[in-house]
């Protein structure tokens, strides 16, 4: 039962655009949701969080937006640069310093 | 400040042996989880600990174990080792106690069963 859900499995988006990035979710008790971005032989880096008392939260160039009612976020790049260019994870817990459930990845590839 | 340490990088192991992975969390972290990270796969929670403690596992078989010591650092040990082994493990920690924080992450090791 996968609960975290990232439906596509890649991305190509050219530089300067917005790079879009979605996720589902199933489990009702997940109330913190993150985003990592994964280089090849390196680890997850956290990128930005929201909990689900918010429906947005911004840094930088990236933001995501959290749709409760629909059980899905987005992670939007403005604009995209090559160095985007990575496997982007969803996650989720209830609580944050719990289990988090990831998304299998999307990997975005930024045109130059 | 130093991030997530793990060691060793890459290890190459044959079938029924035994591994143990070794994780230095961030300073101040108290929080230690362990994920897998199979070929074509998401990212699998597999242990957390926290004080010294096993707080969660998830759906593992007992041959995956660990312990977190007292500085709070952790070993992630593997007894009688299947192909299926195969994977990136991943250690990751975070700030124990508070709510809504993230967790930050190592480089993995790479564990290869011939």
């Known amino acids: 039962d996968q609960q975290v859900k990232q439906n596509s499995p890649s991305l190509s988006v050219q530089e300067g655009r917005i790079s879009i990035l979605n996720c589902d979710y199933t489990?009702?008790?997940?109330?913190?949701f993150l985003w990592y971005k994964k280089y090849p032989a390196e680890g997850p880096t956290f990128l930005i969080s929201i909990s689900s008392i918010k429906d947005k939260n911004e840094d930088g160039r990236f933001t995501v937006f959290l749709n409760k009612s629909a059980k899905h976020l987005s992670l939007h790049i403005v604009p995209s640069q090559p160095g985007d260019s990575a496997v982007y994870f969803c996650a989720a817990s209830p609580g944050g310093y719990q289990k988090v459930t990831f998304g299998i990845g999307t990997k975005l590839q930024v045109i130059p | 400040e130093a991030g997530v340490t793990q060691s060793p990088t890459h290890l190459i192991k044959t079938r029924g042996q035994q591994v143990t992975l070794r994780c230095s969390p961030i300073?101040?972290?108290?929080?230690v989880y362990w994920y897998q990270q199979a070929l074509g796969l998401g990212l699998q929670f597999l242990l957390w600990y926290d004080e010294g403690e096993e707080r969660n596992r998830g759906n593992f078989p007992p041959r995956f174990s660990g312990r977190q010591f007292p500085n709070y650092s952790s070993e992630l040990n593997v007894n009688a080792l299947e192909l299926e082994d195969s994977a990136l493990y991943l250690c990751?920690?975070?700030?124990?106690?508070?709510?809504?924080?993230?967790?930050?992450f190592g480089d993995g090791t790479r564990l290869s069963i011939l």
């Open positions: 990751a920690s975070s700030l124990a106690g508070r709510r809504n924080q993230p967790q930050h």
């Open positions: 300073s101040g972290h108290t929080s």
């Open positions: 489990n009702s008790m997940f109330d913190y």
